[in-house]
């Protein structure tokens, strides 16, 4: 292991290779050319994320402790809510560390742990807004079937196959990763471990970690994402259908709809 500074930085130059007895040490950055005032920038970060964590741990209270709102509308916003919080408690601890207390080390496996959790919770959040658009899909366009569409057993497993889902994809993209050798820097360019960043510090080839990580991008979020689109065209469209045209006419029967459509969901 030979070892030489890195410009203005005391990071070491290594060249390891994963079956060494010794681990793997990278270093997480903060924001580069600002190392100064990343003090006063990380205020902005800190609040972020006291807004980000009592936000969605209100939601969790309110929908457990009220019980009109356990329903398959509120069962998906309480998935959502679960998925930003542990997304921001993945990556709460070495941004602060790194902003803070200056702790930029980190180990190969600590790394490689962030980074399956971090990808994987933004790949099961793509799931939970598929999900939500789906169950606001059903509700105006189809509510006399809502009740024997969204069951409290089809909505535990929609959320157990969001999580098969994650696991199948990310899986393979972290064993391939514990394969690499890393040679040079071992300087990250992120206060957190992302994939690409993570491979491209590698001295081997790591064409097949490209194409797993695009596979997997691809799978969740590249799937995902082109069906939002239709279920939000066919939302609005059905609603500017039911809009009347001469709203006191026809008042009475629209009303009589919604009342329908209210009963057919409570």
Known sequence: MTETSLS???????????????????????????????YWISIPFCLLYVVALSGNSMILFV?????????????????????????SLCT??????????????????????????????????SGVLLAMAFDRFVTICDPLRYTTIFTNARIAKIGISMLIRNVAVRLPV???????????????????????????????????????????????????????????????SHLHLSTPSWPISSFKSNHQLFLIRDKAIY
């Open 174 to 236: 972290v064993v391939f990763v514990k394969r690499l050798s890393f040679c040079g820097s071992m300087v990250l360019s992120h206060s957190y471990c992302y994939h690409v960043d993570l491979i491209q510090l590698s001295c081997t080839d790591n064409r097949i970690n490209s194409i797993l990580g695009l596979f997997a991008l691809f799978s969740t979020t590249g799937f995902d994402c082109p069906l939002l689109l239709p279920s939000s065209t066919s939302l609005s």
């Open 63 to 87: 929908v457990l402790c009220e019980q009109s709102l356990h329903k398959p509308m509120y069962c998906f916003l309480s998935m959502l809510s679960v998925t930003d919080l542990s997304l």
């Open 92 to 125: 709460l601890s070495t941004t602060f560390g790194v902003f803070w207390f200056e702790a930029q080390e980190i180990s190969l496996n600590t790394c490689i742990a962030q980074m399956f959790f971090l990808h994987g919770f933004t790949f099961i959040e």
């Open 8 to 38: 203005s930085q005391s990071f070491p130059m290594l060249v390891l290779n994963n079956s060494n007895a010794q681990p793997l040490i990278f270093f997480l950055t903060g924001i580069p050319g600002l190392k100064a005032t990343q």
